[in-house]
């Protein structure tokens, strides 16, 4: 239970979960059920179940999400980016911010509190096993506060217990957005001397979720969260946001049913529908009073309209005094989905959408770089002919395993020596290098270049040609 007489007993306070002295006011809130509450924890338990499966479902061969910075790989449903996509990567990235922009200016804090992770895992998963274990709010909070007991030690011994099994769980997931399953299950069921450094990886990342679910909590939202900073600029008065209707609920007077009625008859001066019952205060799990009007620390969970809604059904009152709606329709007004903000925020998706399935089509099976190794740009071999030393760096995109061969078709005359055996075996999103000596006769040379043309031929069937200027002396008999 929120202790609502602390939460006001300081003007100064900035948040509600610190105290004026920057101490942490711990905060109890009782869970509301109802009708917000029932679709949330349908959502959060599919949410849940996608969140784990993500990693473990193959698309074209990769998890449905992979994050692989070792290996500089990203695929997102089938689609696979390499650190040379720049211009898919620029893309797909306009169009997340575009999209989660627009989402906000529409829909507020949805994401946050219906969809984030952080509400999702500590609504659903960890707040019922500490539910079941320490009672109900009042109880808890007695209890925190009392001496230490047997009674107090055992039950916190096992929530925590609880609570690391399912961080290290969540660990696991986590870290296989980064690595992959493959590899994870590989470290998981290996020899756990040759992967001390997995072990490190989990336990600080299982400390650290521990850490957020059990102890930070509300605080990641309030204090931590980029997005919640940035909503005093993505939303406006005709977003989606909960709301506490102030033109119905004021002026609000704490009364009982009867003292209801007798307003109801005229017997009484009317007062509003808000009968202070502080139900909203104590279930919010941030701690505000929604009553003081929108706030940044607000996740729009819903659980205030919940709450709102029994005790409106238990005075005979309509539902809805907190609700979803617009500080523009609070105000009389109406709420538009097509405003100036919305519609430039979609033509910014529209655009990024399109520039990304362009260059997603468009893309290449493989990409195929040529250079020059550093070093003499040529060598004038004992016969007079001219060699450059380049390099073939070839990485496969197409999903399978490939191979690739390079062969000189021009200037006439020229050979190619690789340093190394062809062809080159190649696994999917794998990128391998050849260095080789390209050799020409001298008479190809015109003004210290000529232009070779190399044919490149792939595993998978087919060839490409890529012209690469041959470097060599540039006047008449001149050698190095
Ligand atoms: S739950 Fe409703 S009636 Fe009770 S204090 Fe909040 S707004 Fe007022
Ligand atoms: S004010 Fe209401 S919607 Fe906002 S965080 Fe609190 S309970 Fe959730």
Same mark, same amino acid.
């Given at each position: 239970?929120? /202790? ?32 917000? @509450? ?36 990203? /695929? ?13 990567? @620029? ?61 107090? #030690? ?75 900073? @940035? ?12 709301? *506490? ?42 701690? #505000?009073? =929604?009553?003081?009007?929108?706030? @940044? ?13 029994? =005790? ?53 099976? *493989? ?10 740009? *040529? ?60 050799? =020409? ?28 200027? =041959? ?10």
């Amino acid at each position: 239970m929120t /202790a609502t007489s602390d939460i006001l007993e300081s003007p100064e306070a900035v948040l509600t979960t610190l105290r004026a002295d920057g101490r942490r006011r711990w905060l109890y809130p009782t869970p509301s059920p109802g009708r917000y @509450m029932d679709a949330r924890r349908v959502v959060g338990w599919v949410l849940i179940l996608l969140y784990i499966a993500l990693p473990i479902i193959k698309i074209g061969g990769y998890p449905a999400v992979l994050l692989d910075v070792m290996q500089r790989e990203f /695929a997102f449903f089938g689609i696979v980016f390499y650190p040379t996509d720049t211009l898919l990567l @620029m893309a797909f990235l306009i169009g997340i911010i575009a999209f989660v922009i627009l989402g906000t200016a529409l829909l507020g804090r949805v994401w946050c509190g219906w969809g984030c992770p952080q509400t999702v895992y500590l609504e659903f998963v960890f707040r019922p096993i500490e539910r079941l274990l320490e009672g109900k709010e009042h109880t808890r909070k007695r209890r925190d506060e009392g001496p230490a007991t047997w009674d107090r #030690i055992w039950r916190k011994a096992v929530k925590w217990s609880l609570y690391t099994l399912v961080s290290a769980v969540l660990a696991h997931t986590f870290v296989a957005y980064f690595v992959g399953w493959g590899d994870l299950l590989q470290w998981m069921t290996g020899d756990p001397r040759e992967h001390w450094g997995f072990f490190l990886l989990m336990a600080g990342t299982t400390g650290l979720i521990l850490f957020d679910f059990g102890i930070f909590r509300e605080q990641m939202c309030t204090i931590t969260c980029p997005y919640a900073r @940035m909503q005093s600029v993505l939303l406006d008065p005709e977003s989606l946001i909960v709301s *506490y209707d102030p033109s119905r609920g004021e002026p609000r007077a704490r009364r009982s049913k009867a003292k209801m009625a007798r307003e109801a008859d005229g017997l009484e001066a009317a007062k509003g529908d808000c009968i202070d019952c502080y139900a909203c205060v104590r279930t919010c799990p941030t701690g #505000i009073d =929604i009553r003081d009007g929108l706030q @940044m620390e607000c996740i729009a969970c819903t659980q205030c309209i919940d709450a709102c809604d029994s =005790i409106m059904d238990k005075i005979e009152k309509p539902r809805g005094l907190i609700r979803y709606t617009s500080e523009n329709e609070l105000a009389g007004g109406k709420t538009r989905i097509l405003r100036p903000r919305t519609i430039l925020y979609s033509l910014l998706l529209l655009i990024a959408v399109s520039a990304f399935t362009t260059v997603a089509v468009s893309r290449d099976d *493989y990409d195929v770089n040529i250079g020059r190794v550093s070093g003499d740009p *040529y060598t004038v071999l004992p016969d007079g002919a001219i060699a450059n030393r380049l390099r073939f760096r070839v990485r496969n995109q197409t999903g399978g395993p490939s191979s690739f061969d390079v062969a000189v078709i021009a200037p006439e005359g020229a050979s190619i020596r690789p340093i190394g055996a062809l062809p080159i075996t190649l696994e999917k999103g794998e990128m391998k290098r050849i260095e080789a000596f390209v050799v =020409i006769d001298p008479s190809s040379v015109e003004n210290g270049v000529a232009q070779a043309t190399f044919e490149l031929s792939f595993g998978t069937g087919g060839t490409e040609r890529y012209d690469f200027p =041959i470097l060599g002396p540039s006047g008449p008999g001149q050698t190095r």
